[in-house]
């Protein structure tokens, strides 16, 4: 999210591919689902997660106890992903001494300190020093040595000292082609962090992701083609036009961006690919999207979230967890403190997409079936004795009729799953918000299974506790 200081439903992945058949079948039109284990999209996706920044916290009063319910939900969701942000500024002082124990510092530290808990990966985002908002006294820009020596002093200690293996990733300057503007200049900077990470050894960590562009894709080739041996992961914003998604072709757009990478970077194919910020882009300003509030937004986001996961991308993470994060801005899944920290109706999607995608789950592409429909599929790893698969399947519909489905899938024995609704008027949660099952399918190896999707809404099913 470029910034100038100035529910409910799910969809985890599986491994559906449509067949493109459809029949008539009572009031609704049938579409026949098989699942092709060939068709892998990514073979160990990192998850679904959020932006989630410390700064406003102490402005929006957020104490211990009401970080407990942040913990809460956070903790629930399992939040697999989190894209934090980092300001020189919060720890550096004049002269080149450090104050650790600054409040900014403080802030920082209750969420990394959650995240390490509970293992979700962290790119910490070092927001850049050229806007007024974020210059630092005694750096000119980012390709100020001062700058990068700053970087690597405060990574040293988060990461070396501090000992958060949470952070497994660094970004140097939010959305560079708003916040720099010149490429060389940027570029100068990373490799001089780069360099200043080496003699600390923190390569050996903390990896590089970049170029964190949002809607400039020269940037983006700039960066495979002239900095690819520093980074190791590649990551785009987006946020898109509902019109776009709703066409369908959120999915290509991105798939654009990995081929470049995988063609021009032998190695790309074993770095992250990266969607660092996700959201609608119609009603949206810097602080605020007018459409937030609606249940249409959770309807769109995992339609969203389907495209992006088919185009093969490892992770996807959304503007933003909540309203707490930054003074002003309501683009959260919950308002902020002085609003009562309700949850929004997306938060039903959202929160959904995010427990029950774990880490190391192979996402499969699934071609739509039609216009107004989009799959998300998802095999999960096995956990307990059994060693058995669980799955992930999720049915959008975008359309203004109701659809039908027979879903075939070669499993070795039938599997039972939790069926969740989101629609126009939001879904099933329980006294703290959480999303709760409407009923208990079974997915059967020879029948398979009829799935019912109603107008403009989403049908979730998940073998994952």
């Known amino acids: ?123 910490l985002t070092d927001w850049g020093c050229e806007p007024k908002w974020l210059n630092v006294p005694g750096m000119k820009n980012v390709a100020d ?120 970077d032998p190695k790309a194919r074993n770095k992250p690919l990266i969607v660092g910020e996700a959201g609608l882009a119609d009603g949206m300003s810097t602080s605020k999207n007018a459409n937030i509030l609606r249940p249409y937004y959770g309807l769109f986001m995992a339609d969203y979230a389907a495209q992006a996961a088919g185009s093969g991308a490892w992770a996807v993470s959304a503007w933003m967890l909540d309203d707490n994060s930054h003074p002003g801005f309501t683009w959260g899944l919950w308002t902020n403190k002085a609003e009562g920290m309700k949850l929004k109706p997306w938060f039903f999607v959202w929160s959904l997409l995010s427990r029950c995608v774990p880490p190391g789950s192979v996402v499969y592409r699934v071609p739509p079936p039609s216009g107004d429909v989009r799959v998300l599929a998802a095999r999960v790893p096995a956990t307990g004795r059994s060693g058995a698969a669980r799955w992930t399947f999720c049915l959008v519909n975008r359309g203004a009729a109701a659809t039908r489905a027979l879903l075939t899938a070669p499993l070795d024995a039938p599997v039972t799953l939790r069926r969740y609704h989101y629609g126009p008027r939001g879904g099933k949660a329980d006294k703290d918000g959480f999303p709760v099952p409407v009923a208990s399918e079974t997915l059967d190896p020879k029948r398979g299974l009829t799935l019912d999707c109603p107008a403009r809404a989403v049908v979730f099913l998940t073998s994952v506790e």
């Open 1 to 123: 999210m470029q910034e100038r200081h100035a529910g409910r439903l799910l969809v985890p992945c599986l491994l559906l591919a449509w067949c493109g058949t459809a029949v008539e079948g009572g009031e609704a039109k049938m579409l026949r689902i098989h699942v092709n284990p060939k068709a892998v999209a990514c073979r160990s996706f990192l998850g679904f997660g959020a932006e989630w920044d410390s700064r406003g916290y102490d402005q929006a009063g957020v104490t211990d106890e009401d970080f407990a319910l942040v913990a809460r939900r956070v903790r629930w969701m399992r939040l697999p992903v989190a894209r934090i942000m980092m300001q020189v500024k919060w720890c550096y002082r004049p002269g080149g001494k450090y104050a650790w124990n600054s409040a900014d510092m403080k802030a920082l530290y209750r969420h990394l300190d959650l995240c390490e808990a509970i293992g979700t990966t962290v790119f």
């Open 145 to 264: 040595p001062k700058y990068a020596e700053a970087i690597a002093t405060y990574m040293d200690h988060l990461v070396n000292r501090k000992g958060y293996t949470c952070i497994r990733y660094f970004i140097l300057v939010n959305e560079p082609n708003f916040e720099v503007r010149d490429f060389a200049r940027w570029k100068k900077g990373l490799q001089n962090v780069a360099t200043a990470f080496r003699k600390r050894r923190l390569d050996k960590k903390v990896t590089f992701a970049g170029s964190d562009h949002s809607n400039d894709e020269r940037w983006h080739t700039q960066a495979v083609d002239q900095v690819r041996d520093i980074l190791g992961a590649y990551d785009v914003h987006r946020y898109a036009r509902d019109a776009d998604v709703r066409a369908g072709k959120l999915e290509g757009y991105f798939r654009t961006q990995w081929q470049y990478a995988l063609a021009k």
